[in-house]
């Protein structure tokens, strides 16, 4: 536990990197992540990823153009989420910190936020994919 984060597990990698995810990326993701790279450790997050300042901002302007039709409390669906290019940057990113054998640190869902497509996403390439290679 670092400054009252903690995270709820780890997915051991071979190339002395980090990555981390979880949901509350402001919140929780990126102060832990901060309190490794302060430590001297190679840490990556969505939020370091080219590209990532351009499709969130479009992700944001849907989410708004959804709102302004159906009503602020509006969520878009699982299948408007995946249909943004934010979530295929964070899905790539996802597979390859895996696949160059990054150590994933997830920080889980602390603050009780709704359930997340992106975070399902990443559990699925990430803590889902390594059970399956279990014999």
Do not use: C
Request: aromatic share 10%; no cysteine; glycine share 10%.
């Amino acid at each position: 536990m670092r400054n009252g984060l903690r995270a709820a597990r780890v997915l051991p990698g071979t190339n002395g990197r980090i990555a981390v995810i979880g949901r509350g990326q402001g919140d929780v993701v990126e102060p832990f992540a901060q309190l490794l790279r302060e430590e001297r450790y190679t840490v990556e997050t969505i939020k370091n990823v080219p590209g990532n300042g351009e499709t969130w901002k479009d992700f944001l302007e849907l989410v708004e153009k959804k709102q302004k039709i159906f009503g602020s409390g509006y969520r878009l669906t699982r299948e408007e989420v995946m249909g943004t290019s934010f979530y295929q940057l964070d899905e790539a990113w996802t597979v390859g910190i895996r696949e160059q054998g990054y150590t994933i640190i997830d920080m889980g869902n602390p603050l009780k936020k709704n359930p997340s497509t992106f975070l399902n996403m990443e559990y699925q390439h990430t803590f889902d994919w390594a059970r399956r290679q279990i014999p």
